[in-house]
């Protein structure tokens, strides 16, 4: 068997273990049992058992730069066994190194093509290298491992991969065919909770809120407070009690789900809703019939019979008129006062948000600012940017301020007042992020930005609406990323 390729591993860290134990210390426990590990391998340093014992410690401990440093002493033995290049595969792993990876689990397989969990590993790679670049033959790729890894092995983990990639890649059939067959599989409370989200993809509700309260149950669960009292099933009767309705999950859940409000108003004698400190305001002036809370008060504070966390309403939904012009409301001298304060009431003003999130999951709902120049570019246009806080890095500041983008965030206390901006604008344009639902539970004419393969709840991307929202058409990319055919279609809608 070849020895590891000395041009893959030189200078990926420095070869002095001593300094990367000091450099990698991030708690007593730690420190110790990687000063075991050392010792332990300073009395075989070449017995490939020990290296490989000791390496494999290390990548437990997230440790990875130090295990590759132990690898990096074995280049001059020969006849590396198997697990050797697999271990150093899932070193490089670690390291995101997935080109290293690819190359050491490679010549683990040429030996062994049998291994269904290396298969499966390999399929993650691609699978990360799809997501990384949105080339769709990396998708293919890690299909055809991930099948493999199943072939060999029924087991759920590889086929809950099968799933997501084909749904990635477009195959509503064998999506969905592949989804029944993981519920015979074991599925753990998250594959319910995403069973439940790709059948709202679908539009096949009635299945999706069979399974929607796994939310609470997955490995991750979604946070809700504990409160010591009923949970309201939605059946029982309650019109002599009082519900307590709580907030949960993001900002934007909480003006897409809160529209749901009105629903139990007439089932309850009393209805009381919790949400966040920043859209407190907001929801307060736009539900006055209601008690509002913020969700840093103590529940003990006041009584209720009952509660129920606010997605949960969404099991009452009106399928004939679930698609609302507006729900959330601002005051009208404040939306003058924003106008007359901040913007040129002799040019078109529009609102944007392009950036959402870091997590790699979800980074495809985001948009490179450089898109909007087709529209930067009109005539008597002027754009102003609604990023904020984490949402507003140093070089977007920068970029904006090259493209003559005013951001509007320092103006912005809470959601009320990037509500009243909102209302202020005559139209918005973003990606899906917070500033769509609100744009649209405001009523806001906006144009939503989709890529081709969108979050579950946009179950409705055709049309002069988004299902959500009377006021928000989608523009939905033909390929992941196709962008600039987007803004063309957009750039022909503000001409007209």
């Given at each position: 068997?070849?020895?590891?390729?000395?041009?893959?591993?030189?200078?990926?860290?420095?070869?002095?273990?001593?300094?990367s134990?000091?450099n990698?210390?991030?708690?007593?426990?730690?420190?110790?049992?990687?000063?075991?590990?050392?010792?332990?391998?300073?009395?075989?340093?070449?017995d490939e058992?020990?290296?490989?014992?000791?390496a494999?410690?290390?990548?437990?401990?997230?440790?990875?730069?130090?295990?590759?440093?132990?690898?990096k002493r074995?280049?001059n033995?020969?006849?590396h066994?198997?697990?050797?290049?697999r271990?150093c595969?899932?070193?490089?792993f670690?390291?995101?190194?997935l080109?290293s990876?690819?190359?050491?689990?490679?010549?683990?397989?040429?030996h062994?093509n049998?291994?269904?969990?290396?298969l499966?590993?390999?399929?993650?790679?691609?699978?990360?290298?799809?997501?990384?670049t949105f080339?769709?033959?990396?998708?293919?790729?890690?299909i055809q491992?991930f099948?493999?890894?199943f072939?060999?092995?029924?087991?759920?983990?590889?086929?809950?991969?099968?799933?997501?990639c084909?749904g990635?890649?477009?195959?509503t059939?064998?999506?969905?065919?592949?989804?029944?067959?993981?519920?015979d599989?074991?599925?753990?409370?998250?594959?319910?909770?995403?069973?439940?989200?790709?059948?709202?993809?679908?539009?096949?509700?009635e299945?999706?809120?069979?399974?929607?309260?796994?939310?609470?149950?997955?490995?991750?669960?979604?946070?809700?407070?504990?409160?010591?009292k009923p949970?309201?099933n939605?059946?029982?009767d309650?019109?002599?009690?009082?519900?307590l309705?709580?907030?949960?999950?993001?900002?934007?859940d909480?003006?897409?789900?809160s529209?749901?409000?009105?629903?139990?108003?007439?089932?309850?004698?009393?209805?009381?809703?919790?949400t966040?400190?920043?859209t407190?305001?907001?929801?307060?002036?736009?539900?006055?019939?209601?008690?509002?809370?913020?969700?840093?008060?103590?529940?003990?504070?006041?009584?209720?019979?009952?509660?129920?966390?606010?997605?949960?309403?969404?099991?009452?939904?009106?399928?004939?008129?679930?698609?609302?012009?507006?729900?959330l409301?601002?005051?009208?001298?404040?939306?003058?006062?924003?106008?007359?304060?901040?913007?040129?009431?002799?040019?078109l003003?529009?609102?944007?948000s392009y950036y959402?999130?870091?997590?790699?999951?979800?980074?495809?709902?985001?948009?490179?600012?450089?898109e909007?120049?087709p529209?930067?570019?009109?005539?008597n246009?002027?754009?102003?940017s609604?990023?904020?806080?984490?949402k507003?890095?140093?070089?977007?500041?920068?970029q904006?301020?090259?493209?003559?983008?005013?951001?509007?965030?320092?103006?912005?206390?809470?959601?009320?007042?990037t509500?009243?901006?909102?209302?202020?604008?005559?139209?918005?344009?973003?990606s899906?992020?917070?500033?769509?639902n609100?744009?649209?539970a405001?009523?806001?004419?906006?144009?939503a930005l989709?890529n081709?393969?969108?979050?579950y709840?946009?179950?409705?991307?055709q049309g002069?609406?988004?299902?959500w929202?009377?006021s928000v058409?989608?523009f939905v990319a033909?390929?992941m990323?196709?962008w600039?055919q987007?803004?063309?279609?957009v750039?022909?809608?503000?001409?007209e």
């Open positions: 068997m070849n020895c590891l390729k000395e041009k893959n591993f030189k200078n990926k860290v420095s070869s002095d273990l001593t300094k134990i000091d990698s210390l991030m708690t007593e426990n730690i420190e110790k049992n990687i000063k075991e590990i050392k010792r332990e391998f300073d009395r075989n340093p070449r058992y020990t290296i490989i014992k000791c494999d410690r290390l990548n437990k401990l997230n440790q990875p730069k130090i295990a590759l440093n132990i690898l074995t280049y033995l020969k006849n066994s198997l697990d050797f290049y271990l595969g899932d070193t490089m670690k390291l995101n190194d080109e990876a690819i190359e050491q689990y490679e010549i683990f397989l040429h062994d049998k291994n269904p969990l290396l499966n590993r390999m399929g993650n790679i691609y699978e990360m290298k799809y997501d990384n080339d769709k033959k990396y998708l293919d790729i890690a491992y099948t493999k890894a072939n060999l092995e029924n087991n759920r983990l590889y086929l809950k991969n099968l799933v997501i084909f990635k890649i477009g195959d059939k064998t999506h969905r065919e592949l989804f029944k067959k993981l519920l599989c074991n599925p753990t409370a998250g594959d319910l909770w995403d069973y439940s989200c790709s059948n709202f993809r679908y539009g096949d509700f299945e999706s809120f069979k399974y929607i309260d796994y939310r609470f149950l997955k490995e991750n669960p979604i946070y809700y407070p504990k409160i010591n949970l309201w939605l059946k029982e309650i019109s002599n009690k009082t519900l309705v709580h907030t949960e999950q993001g900002f934007g909480t003006f897409m789900f529209r749901f409000l009105k629903k139990v108003k007439d089932k309850a004698k009393k209805v009381i809703f919790v966040q400190k920043n407190y305001r907001l929801i307060k002036n736009s539900f006055l019939d209601f008690e509002i809370y913020p969700d840093d008060i103590d529940l003990t504070s006041f009584d209720f019979d009952y509660h129920i966390p606010l997605m949960t309403l969404i099991k009452l939904w009106d399928f004939e008129g679930n698609t609302l012009n507006q729900y409301k601002v005051k009208e001298n404040d939306i003058e006062e924003f106008k007359n304060k901040f913007l040129d009431n002799k040019k003003n529009i609102g944007i959402g999130t870091e997590n790699n999951a979800f980074k495809y709902r985001n948009v490179d600012l450089v909007f120049e529209i930067n570019n009109l005539k246009v002027q754009l102003y609604f990023q904020y806080g984490d507003l890095k140093d070089e977007f500041k920068i904006e301020n090259n493209m003559g983008i005013i951001n509007l965030s320092k103006h912005f206390k809470d959601f009320y007042d509500a009243a901006a909102v209302c202020a604008m005559d139209l918005i344009i973003t899906d992020n917070v500033l769509l609100l744009a649209g405001l009523g806001k004419k906006t144009y989709m081709a393969y969108s979050e709840r946009w179950y409705k991307l002069d609406n988004i299902g929202y009377k058409k989608p033909s390929e990323n196709g600039k987007i803004f063309n279609k750039v022909n809608n503000i001409g």
